[in-house]
């Protein structure tokens, strides 16, 4: 038997949640199985799986210790790859709006190159706000993500309870997000609707005009601001985020994100050079949050990038328009 004490990080979390978090290599049917048995209780009673925890529970977990992580020493492993600095937009004690540059992975992947969510991970631990041996039930998390190339807003939460409420906010749509980016010819203005298709084979999109099966409705909000030349800055509000929205949306009504190597305009790529999408994600503006959600002191509040880089960019591309 094994007992564990819920923490403040533990708030809220399923009981089946927790226990697939503190054990190893137990098949889920197992798991459920000790559930029926009376095998896993709260505070000394039997509990179920949607039992939601609270601080300072007591959990015991009558099952075999093969399905615990052994106390030995682990192999060597590679040391971690050393993680950029974060820059920080907007901070409070339950969550930290990051700034993401272009190119910076949200995740980690196959491929181990540095990632943003490791180095908040890093940030806040030489804050001595998370210690990655002590917590060994939740770590540092992304609320959003953006694609590889796009630059911008991140949010992540630093404990379990603020990612439920967070992730609650997007769910019920009570947070605008809003991009910046730049199109090959100018997008027509107002709100746009079609349907998407993502394919997890190739990680690429399809768009259709009407629904169809298989296909998800998309809203994207297009509000053309300067345009010089060839080349438009728009702001674009996101109303629905599916996978590549944007770019592909764009794409479709004939006015790709310049630099896009998946959906954009080959010729118009070569010729400015840019081999990552002109696309930002620079605000965040919260509606109303309920009281019953820890993030309620954000009601009303506006998280930007005061400065962002696509508008030097835009502004680069402009003088090189006037002066061919």
Known sequence: M??????????????????ESVTKDMPRSMMYKAFRNKRIKVNGKRAEPDTRLHQ????????????????????????????????????DGNIAVLYKPAHLLCHSDRTGDANLVDAFAAYLQAKG?????????FAPAICNRLDRGTEGLVIAAKSYAALRDMNAIIRDNQMKKEYL???????????????????EKNNKVRIHAREAEGYKQIITEVTPIRQNGPFTLCRIGLITGRTHQIRAHLAYLGHPVLGDIKYGNRKMNERT???????????????????????????????KLDDPAIVRQFDALSRNADSE
Not at 5 to 14: F, I, K, L, M
Not at 129 to 137: G, I, L, T, V
Request: charged share 25%; hydrophobic share 35%.
């Open 56 to 91: 300072n529970d007591l959990i015991e977990l009558y099952i075999n210790d093969e399905f615990f992580p052994s106390g030995a020493a682990a192999p060597a492993k590679k040391p971690p790859r050393r993680q950029p600095p974060v820059t920080v937009i907007y901070e």
């Open 273 to 303: 050079g840019l081999k990552t999408q002109a696309l930002c994600a620079q605000r965040l503006t919260f509606d109303r949050i309920p009281q019953d959600n820890i993030l309620h002191e954000l009601s009303g509040r506006v998280i």
């Open 129 to 137: 706000e998370y210690d990655p041996h002590a917590e060994q039930r």
């Open 2 to 19: 094994k007992s564990f004490t819920a923490g403040t990080n533990e708030e809220g979390v399923r009981l089946s949640r927790f226990v």
């Open 181 to 199: 980016t730049i199109t090959v010819g100018t997008p027509p203005a107002g709100r746009h609707i079609a349907w998407l298709q993502h394919s």
